[in-house]
């Protein structure tokens, strides 16, 4: 059902590969609440995902852009503005890839290259969307920038390998460039530490089935889907969160501050017995 958060709103979404991505949904949701949207992916996911079939549901223009290229990001703030016929005033960062959990490569024999790529591709890149829309006064005041997380940015989870320190990146680049916004423009910056999500990003991480089994036992009202983090999104779009900055917002029903659940004492006591 449509509350017209966002009615009047325009925004540039990063990040739809395909349906299962969480920035399709959350395009879907921002367009159903009254958003006018931009959507942009880097050139090879154009090609290779489904993104014009979003385009029309959303009755938005592609823009392309490689996030780790700042040339392409100036010109993204450009056409986005042209095509929406003014500032933006939220911008959804949905960008993740480490190319050693891509090749496996374990964590204590990392690839530096790799893990360099993993930073700028899953963390830098909002500091330079953030730096392009800074340079091109692209985002109205109280406007609103977002992130997306996982909370491996506190805990180790030794499947997400290098992604948990571009994680812990990110979630910092959120609170130095929030506080710099906010004087600036009144412009709020902040990060959601989303459940695991089957999802190409995430359903590509080692063991991704057991870990999103576990949370699901450990989390008081279960994993957070796609969906509920797109309509969480448009919460943090709209003016009713308008002093909210700077922030790591726990969007995993209640996983991150749960120590154990009895289901999974349950299931610790069933290995026990059938060992015995
Ligand atoms: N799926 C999960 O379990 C989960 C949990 C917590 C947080 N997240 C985060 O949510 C975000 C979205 O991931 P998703 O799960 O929807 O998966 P997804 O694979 O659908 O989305 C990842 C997106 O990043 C884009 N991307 C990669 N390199 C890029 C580049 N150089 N420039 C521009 N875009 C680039 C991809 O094209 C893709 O659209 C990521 O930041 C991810 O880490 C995912």
């Not at 390998?161 to 009144?186: P, T």
Request: proline fraction near 2%.
């Amino acid at each position: 059902m449509s509350h017209q958060l966002l009615k009047g709103k325009k925004g540039i979404i990063f990040g739809a590969l395909d349906e299962r991505s969480i920035a399709w949904k959350t395009a879907l949701a921002a367009v159903a609440e009254g958003a006018q949207i931009t959507l942009t992916n880097a050139p090879i996911a154009l090609r290779m995902g489904k993104i014009n079939e979003l385009a029309k549901l959303c009755n938005a223009p592609v823009i392309a852009a490689d996030a780790t290229n700042m040339e392409d990001l100036d010109k993204l703030m450009q056409a986005s503005m042209e095509a929406l016929g003014g500032k933006v005033d939220f911008i959804l960062h949905s960008i993740g890839m480490s190319p050693n959990v891509r090749k496996n490569i374990a964590y204590t024999n990392t690839n530096y290259d790799n893990f360099l790529k993993t930073l700028d591709i899953s963390a830098l890149s909002l500091h330079r969307v953030l730096q392009a829309a800074m340079k091109a006064d692209a985002i109205n005041e109280w406007g609103s920038v977002l992130g997306l997380s996982y909370i491996a940015a506190q805990r180790t989870f030794p499947g997400y390998n290098d992604m948990g320190d571009a994680k812990a990146l990110l979630e910092s680049i959120a609170r130095s460039f929030g506080y710099q916004y906010g004087f600036a423009k009144k412009v709020r910056v902040n990060t959601i530490s989303q459940s695991p999500t089957v999802t190409t990003a995430g359903s590509g991480v080692a063991g991704f089935d057991v870990f999103f089994d576990y949370a699901e036992k450990m989390s008081p009202l279960g994993n957070a889907s796609a969906e509920d983090c797109a309509n969480y999104c448009v919460m943090m779009f709209s003016d009713f969160t308008r002093m909210v900055t700077m922030q790591n917002l726990f969007h995993d029903g209640g996983f991150s501050l749960t120590g154990v659940s009895h289901l999974v004492v349950e299931e610790v006591l069933k290995g026990r017995a059938a060992n015995s």
